[in-house]
């Protein structure tokens, strides 16, 4: 240490001073707040942290005390907490990263400050794109936040004070903790309503990511300034005349959009920055007295002002107040008309709304009591995230997948509709009357059958408009299926499917298991784990499990059976009995030929290899490169190690085989023959609708009595892309088996394909 003093020739006396006025300044910003013992509290904090952190510097080399001392800044200052804030974002670091122990904290500071400490401690892990890792730290983050939100604020503010230095940081770490940020900070605090910080962290963001881009648009940013300035007096001056006139108290800012958001407009709209003309939008902070109705009145006074002066956009006009969005965010928006023809944004509202605004979920504090409305959607919002904690199970993938619906909620705006009864439900936007469902209860979710919106049925997959009024109809016979997990939006109802799901499988699992052992005993064969894993192989599934689960399900069919007992027969015949076939030499297509025809004796064409009917004296196999089935126009080719392939004629390696090999080409028939069955796959595309896959999976399975191996479906905006693979028993099943598909609602296209049908599905 005191070499380190040394060599960068640090003044101590001076750092002293420094970390003196540092705390001094956060005594002053937090004074008006402080009670009692309040600033002995936040005292003993800030001489404990000093104890601990002593011997530590940052990468910058400033002393460490510096870091904590600042996010307590940015904590009162910023966010707006109070003395346990201050206290936990000055020990933030402590356990972390010294000696000292939760305990410790505890003892000192109480339960409330040890219980954050101990939840910023548990998520100081980094959060790694994409890993595990990264998921289960951020469900651990989550579940401190519905614990108490200080956790998330004091950590919001840790963020912003190391982007706010990541100048010292090396250039591989600058990308990691800015992607980092922009991944999962920027819309956290988004989310809680701490506006500026969201723009600020977005901001720092692409300074350290982007930064020739971000040099680039705040020198235009400033070359435009006296132009657009002068725009702003000229647009407002008329407004500000009015309200003076009205005897209203009101500050008018004409504030340009943030850096990134410009950014983000150019890269969306892919326009230079002269293009784009909404730099910046007009506000109008209205002096309030007192809260409620008399601010509401306030503020479409003002927006009567502005309609005197310039034409609105009726689409544009949007009312935050008598509705405020879910982060609590109150305001007045419409975009109007200049003189000079250009779209105006102008933003109504009050100062404790604008405060609101600014710093979020904290302010609300300040208001507590007063404005229920405002809190009461925070809360709901963090017990949604409860509830989606404690229904989601706690294997990894699950948390990744969690973290990637739960940053997509973060994103969506949100829709307001209403039960029966009139009380308010705000949904994620695109939600459904099934997610309004099992908004209410996870048992109206799973028995949802259709729903009423304004006395008119609906179906289930109905996307809900803003102020719907939605009743639910329910039938105790209804359950979730597969399909419904498409019709969510919700993470809520999204994880109440997947669990009802996966125990209803376990139902089909022990089903098919007794059903499989009732009918083998029949057979006359055991259940053995060797059986049941023969049957799993022969039945192409990945685990035991899935096997029975398809059994269970009516996806295979008892007959099915009967295959396996012969299969399973012959290889174990093929085992002792050597093929009766003599080697062969030199295998070309006449030596199979003479075979051939000493097989078929005198009969009419026979140098021709029946399938099916010659299958246990020579040994041939179906190419899987265009995987004929019984009834397509086929020939044999003779291998060299492989015995005879059979292709289709239509088979893409046919012309080469059929003119480098010709001598080893040999004609092949089918043999009718009832009992095979061959594996098929077809490519269905059409419109998607709700209930589709079951009437598809219907004719294949009941109607048609068709194996299924695999079926997987693909849907993007209202169409659907499906590949399905079956065992059929001949082209005519197949036909037959198409034109029914082809006459399905939705359906479009059903077409044959033959290639890698054996791979994954
Ligand atoms: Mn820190």
Known sequence: MEQLVETLNIDLEQERKDILKKYRRLLRTAKPFLKDNDAKLIKKAFYTSVEAHKDMRRRSGEPYIYHPLAVAQIVVEEIGLGTTGIVSALLHDVVEDTDMRIEDIDRLFGKKVAKIIDGLTKIS????????????????????????????????????????????????????????????????????????????????????????????????????????????????????????????????????????????????????????????????????????????????????????????????????????????????????????????????????????????YAAHWKYKGNDTKVRGNIEQWISQVRETLETGSGDKTAAIEFLDEFRTNLFNEEVFVFTPKGELKVLQSGATALDFAFDIHSEVG?????????????????????????????????????????????????????????????????????????????????LTAEVVNQLRAFFESKTAADFFYKIGKGYVQFDELKRFKRDKEAKERKAVTAAVIPPIEGADGKTYTKLLKNIHGDRADSDTLLIGDDMDKIDYKLAPCCNPIAGDDVFGFVTINEGIKIHRTTCPNAAELMSKHGNRIIKAKWESNKDEAFLAGLYISGTDRVGLINDVTRIISNELHINMRGLTIDTKDGVFNGDIRLYVQDTRHLDILISKLEQVEGVYNVQRFDTNLTGSV
């Not at 059903?515 to 064969?525: A, F, N, R, S």
Request: glycine content about 4%; aromatic content about 8%; overall charge positive.
């Open 125 to 360: 892990g980094r959060f790694e794109y994409g890993t595990s890792q990264q998921a289960e730290n951020f469900r651990k983050m989550l579940l401190t936040l519905s614990d108490d939100v200080r956790v998330i604020l004091v950590k919001l503010a840790d963020r912003l004070h190391n982007m706010r230095t990541l100048d010292s940081m090396p250039r591989d770490k600058q990308l990691k903790i800015a992607s980092e940020t922009i991944f999962i900070y920027a819309p956290l605090a988004h989310r809680l309503g701490l506006y500026s910080i969201k723009s600020e962290l977005e901001e720092l963001y692409l300074k350290y990511t982007e930064p020739q881009e971000y040099r680039a648009i705040s020198r235009k940013l400033r070359e435009t300034k006296s132009s657009r300035d002068r725009f702003i007096s000229k647009f407002t001056e008329p407004i500000a005349e009015d309200l003076e006139k009205a005897g209203l108290n009101y500050i008018i800012k004409g504030r340009p959009k943030s850096i990134y958001s410009i950014w983000n407009k150019m890269r969306k709209q892919n326009k230079p920055f002269e293009e784009i003309y909404d730099l910046f939008a007009i506000r109008i902070v209205l002096e309030s007295p007192q809260e409620g109705d008399r601010e509401k009145a306030l503020c479409w006074q003002a927006y009567s002002i502005v309609t005197d002066h310039y034409k609105p956009n009726p689409d544009r006009l949007k009312d935050f107040l008598s509705t405020p969005r879910a982060n609590g965010y109150q305001s007045l928006h419409s975009t109007v008309m200049s003189k000079s023809g250009q779209w105006v944004e102008v933003q109504i509202r009050t100062s404790r709304m604008d405060e609101i605004a600014e710093k979020g």
């Open 446 to 526: 799973v028995h949802c059958m259709a729903a009423k919106v304004g006395g008119i049925l609906v179906p289930i997959s109905y996307v809900l408009s803003n102020g719907d009024q939605i009743e639910i109809i329910t039938s105790n016979k209804q359950k979730p299926t597969e399909d419904w997990l498409r019709i969510v939006r919700t993470s809520k109802a999204r994880a109440r499917i997947k669990d009802f799901l996966k125990e209803d499988n376990k139902r089909y699992e022990t089903d098919g298991r007794q059903l499989v052992e009732k009918k083998l005993k029949v057979l006359g064969i055991e």
